[in-house]
């Protein structure tokens, strides 16, 4: 199987907890509900499972410069910026802020964890991405400079999205099967923003004949046809890549109405959902992408949606650093 033979770094090296919510359950009603705690993963976030293969064929390729792009909401940068540190790489980063317009690097809450890794360059840009990182005219401005200065930059895909990023989920697919020991769900919900994750999961779940639905909770304000497309589109570049059959647009389901005003624009039925998690589990989600995940889970529970499942599968895919008031560093920060 060509998807064994493909390189990765191993940043992943053991699987994270899948656990039952029984309390949250009992609250809300509905089938069984499980969460395969993907905030747990080295870094905190799911984008580290898509660079263990990304930053493997960065380094095979001799790069000694990675350049980025996502939004200051995201995990990637930060993810990527870390990694980069490990690997004894230059990381050059672009924010986008389309989200967020008031944006300010200087005064964000990320500011001082940059500052303590040691990056220095950060471009932030408003612009609503309108191509691939290695297309963008900042990314191919910085890239060349870094090869005046005798550099071998190397572009990483936004949110690590393309069929190697994606190898990332078909791996975390072929963890969860082992890890539910034949008690195989009905459904596995996950965040659906650029569709990689969910691409990856439901590709890893076909290739080993699982009949698990893997349901998209959009969290960009995408229509469900729109979604839909962009995750039928990924699932075939990753069976083409992997050369493996096709997989039938039968298995690509994309929810809408769950992201509120849009990206990253937290709303009250989204934060209901977050605070029951909190209550009943001791388990916090992000406003952005698992909260919002979380809302459409408890969405489909309330509609009737998921009245025929037995269990259920919720992919918290993290992106939170623990908190502490890193504010405190500035002083320090402007001295050094």
Not at 41 to 49: A, D, E
Not at 51 to 72: K, R
Request: aromatic share 8%; net charge negative; glycine share 12%.
């Amino acid at each position: 199987m060509k998807f064994e033979k493909i390189a990765k770094r191993g940043y992943v090296a053991d699987p994270t907890p899948l656990q039952e919510l029984k309390h949250f359950r009992k609250e809300l009603g509905g089938p069984q509900i499980w969460i395969k705690r993907d905030d747990l993963l080295p870094f905190g976030g799911n984008k580290v499972r898509k660079m263990d293969y990304l930053f493997e064929e960065a380094l095979q390729a001799g790069a000694d410069t990675v350049i980025t792009a996502s939004t200051n909401q995201c995990c990637h940068n930060g993810i990527l910026l870390m990694l980069a540190n490990r690997e004894g790489m230059q990381s050059k980063i672009i924010m986008e802020t389309w989200g967020d317009p008031s944006y300010e690097f200087s005064s964000a809450p990320e500011y001082e964890l940059y500052r303590l890794a040691g990056n220095p360059e950060v471009h932030v840009t408003s612009e609503f991405p309108s191509g691939p990182v290695s297309e963008m005219p900042l990314a191919l401005e910085i890239a060349h400079r870094v090869q005046e200065e005798g550099g071998k930059p190397w572009f990483i895909s936004r949110g690590g999205e393309g069929p190697l990023g994606a190898c990332g989920y078909v791996g975390a697919a072929f963890e969860l099967v082992k890890q539910w020991k034949g008690q195989i769900p009905d459904v596995l919900v996950c965040p659906c923003g650029l569709g990689g994750t969910q691409a990856g999961l439901i590709v890893g779940l076909r290739m080993l004949g699982c009949p698990t639905k893997v349901v998209g909770i959009g969290v960009t304000g995408k229509s469900k046809a729109v979604m839909e497309q962009s995750v039928a589109a990924q699932c075939l570049a990753l069976t083409t890549f992997l050369d493996i059959a096709p997989i039938s647009d039968e298995w690509v389901c994309c929810v809408e109405g769950c992201a509120g005003e849009g990206y990253a624009k937290p709303f009250a039925g989204q934060y209901q959902s977050m605070r029951m998690l909190a209550q009943t589990e001791g388990i916090l989600t992000d406003p952005v992408y698992s909260g919002k995940t979380l809302f459409g889970l408890t969405e489909l529970i309330r509609r009737g949606v998921l009245d025929g499942a037995e269990r259920v599968v919720f992919l918290h895919t993290g992106g939170m650093s623990l908190y502490y008031d890193y504010h405190t560093l500035r002083p320090l920060l402007q001295e050094g």
